[in-house]
């Protein structure tokens, strides 16, 4: 032992030592070092969290706007469609007015026409009954009973009409 | 062929290669003849100038004392150890003073150099008990390898007190290894005591399966009491094994330290003296390799005991 050289108060003397040292970097190394260690893994967990949440967060947002633009776009084919219906219906329903009213102006183009006719029928004949007399008056200088005439000019007027008819 | 090629060799120049390697060899062969094998090979017919001339080495184990205070004796060995001590703390309290989340290359180191103990730690004896053992784990590792490579600082040992060298590598005196020791076998035996309870002693007193075995033969059961009583005594005798391998780890951790410092310590004093100036360096650069493997094997040792310790055998076995 003693050519070793162990001795008992280097001995403790080292124990000592050691554990101040063990004590002294417990304080000025491992617990800083640890707690940087700590919290650069917790912060590092925590940005990756984060880069997660955001990536997850614009992913549906993403969604959302698909949708609403998609939304969006099938209202939007609605509306034309609604728009493109009404148009048709409008148009229809122009067209029929438009047809009603020519028609209605046919007819009554078609009446008025008939009645005009039949006023100038009307008129020419008793221009020629008028003449008629007269000219029968002329003809046997005798002058009738004017109603009488006409009675008698009717008549013959009526069988022309009806010989014409037949 | 885009770069123009660069002449020499090594980053120099020709002539500069040429002069450097001559002056190398020309402090390697005086170093050679000036040694003790060129002294004895030519005798004495160089007369060299002393500051030429290595002594012949005269290692000694035990530490030198240089002043008592108080009755205790101080020896250079205790001095080599509080520099370490002081360097170390200083060290690390100048890097943690302000420490930043974002390191700096200091910073980065230091924490490389801890986080990877760190890891070391946790890779064997898991979360929550390597972060349990880390400080002394720590500790150990970096008072070894401090107090060594300390010690390979040129003029660590040529200051002079009187008769004697003022710092001697701490590692070299046999009491340094012989307290870490001493606190590793602490360490172990405390978290062992700590973690399972009375249970650990178990594994040192085994008389469990004697009893039963004597209480089967008690009750009659003679066949089966006897080849319980064999397998008990070979308990008892393996529980007094664990004991005193529990006691030769002071020893081999001791010596295994002790062993490699004062012969590294020794291998250098005799290069320096066979050989100065040639071959020193290589055995330098082995000293700080010995140096790191021992820190290694020390505080590794110490962690794989200690993991062995807080495992209760009766989980080992299922």
């Known amino acids: 032992m003693e050519g070793l050289g162990i001795s008992l108060p280097t001995l403790i003397t080292q124990v000592v030592t050691f554990v101040i040292l063990l004590v002294l970097l417990r304080l000025v190394a491992y617990k800083p070092i640890m707690r940087m260690l700590d919290e650069r893994s917790r912060k590092v967990k925590e940005s990756l969290e984060q880069a997660e949440a955001v990536k997850a967060e614009s992913a549906k947002a993403e969604e959302e706007l698909k949708q609403q ?45 008939q009645r005009e006719r039949d006023e100038a029928v009307d008129g020419v004949r008793r221009e020629f009954a008028d003449l008629t007399v007269l000219a029968a008056g002329k003809v046997i200088e005798k002058t009738l009973d004017k109603k009488e005439h006409r009675e008698l000019i009717d008549k013959v007027l009526e069988e022309s009409t009806n010989l014409k008819k037949n | 062929m885009t770069a123009p090629k660069k002449r020499g060799c090594l980053g120099c120049s020709f ?18 003849l000036s040694g003790g094998i060129g002294q004895k090979m030519l005798g004495q017919h160089l007369n060299w100038p002393s500051w030429l001339i290595t002594p012949s080495p005269e290692p000694e184990l035990p530490a030198s004392v240089l002043f008592n205070v108080f009755g205790l004796p101080i020896t250079n060995t205790m001095l080599a150890g509080w520099l370490t001590v002081i360097i170390l ?63 390979l600082i040129p003029g660590f040992g040529s200051v002079l007190l009187g008769n004697h060298e003022l710092l001697r590598g701490a590692n070299t005196d046999v009491n ?22 009375l249970k650990y002693l178990r594994k040192f007193i085994n008389a469990g399966g004697l009893f ?58 005799v290069a320096a003296f066979l050989l100065p100036m040639a071959v020193g360096w290589m055995v330098y650069g082995l000293e700080l390799f010995i140096g790191f493997i021992q820190a290694l094997v020390f505080s590794g040792l110490t962690l794989a005991f200690v993991s062995m310790a807080v495992i209760s055998h009766e989980e080992e076995a299922h």
């Open chain 2, 89 to 151: 703390v200083l060290g690390s309290w100048l890097i943690t003073r302000r420490m930043k989340l974002i390191p700096g290359k200091i910073q980065a180191a230091f924490e490389f150099a801890l986080g990877w103990i760190y890891d070391f730690c946790v890779s064997v004896a898991g979360e929550e008990n390597g972060r349990k053992f880390f400080p002394v784990i720590c500790t150990i590792f970096l008072f070894v390898i401090c107090n060594a490579w300390l010690s």
């Open chain 2, 176 to 197: 340094t290894p012989l307290a870490i020791a001493l606190i590793s076998f602490v360490f172990v035996e405390f978290y062992g005591l700590k973690t399972l309870g």
């Open chain 2, 15 to 32: 002539p500069v290669l040429i002069i450097v390697v001559i002056v190398v060899l020309a402090v390697v062969v005086i170093g050679f």
């Open chain 1, 69 to 113: 633009l998609a939304q969006a776009s099938r209202e939007g084919q609605e509306r034309i469609e609604r728009a493109i219906k009404a148009g048709e219906d409008i148009k229809q329903k122009a067209q029929e007015d438009a047809r009603k009213e020519a028609d209605g102006l046919i007819v009554r183009a078609r009446a008025e026409i």
């Open chain 2, 212 to 269: 039963k075995s004597v209480g089967h033969i008690l009750k009659g059961n003679v066949k089966k009491g006897l080849t319980g009583m064999f397998s008990g005594l070979i308990d008892i005798f393996v529980g007094g094994l664990e004991a005193l391998s529990e006691l030769i780890r002071i020893v081999s951790f001791t010596f295994r330290l002790f062993g490699n410092m004062t012969a590294g310590e020794i291998l250098i004093m």
